[in-house]
């Protein structure tokens, strides 16, 4: 009959690991921006050198003395919802673009044509866009 192993009485205890808390996932806020056919911040060539910028996660955050800014990736070209150029009002709301696309797995290597849900940002220039979209005998009768 084999004896049973004993250990080494010497050797410490292994502590136990406690268990990892669940991480809370905090919800996202309404980012708020707006639309444009062509991109209002880095469009022009006259513009794009008075421009401030600033690394963020590695985005490139563009913004004029005004604060409005737009986000450019790693690929270049600015940020595209749904086929037209975001610009924001502020860089705290670039930021939380970006933080939104990081929460989503998205990189700054991807392409920046991105398909955002509508119910993530608030379009501040909504009206604008309709109006601009509607053929010009709807706008006669209105």
Known sequence: MQQSKRGNPQRFKRKQRPSPK??????VELVRLTLHEVDPVTGDEDTVYSLFYEFYRGYTIYSTEQGRCVLH???????RIQGKYACFPDIEEAKKMIKSFQANGRTAWGSMERDVPEDAYLCLNRDRQRD????????ARA
């Open 132 to 139: 601009e979209n509607r053929p010009l005998s709807s706008l």
């Open 73 to 79: 990736g790693k690929r270049g070209g600015c940020l």
């Open 22 to 27: 669940p991480v809370e996932v905090q919800p």
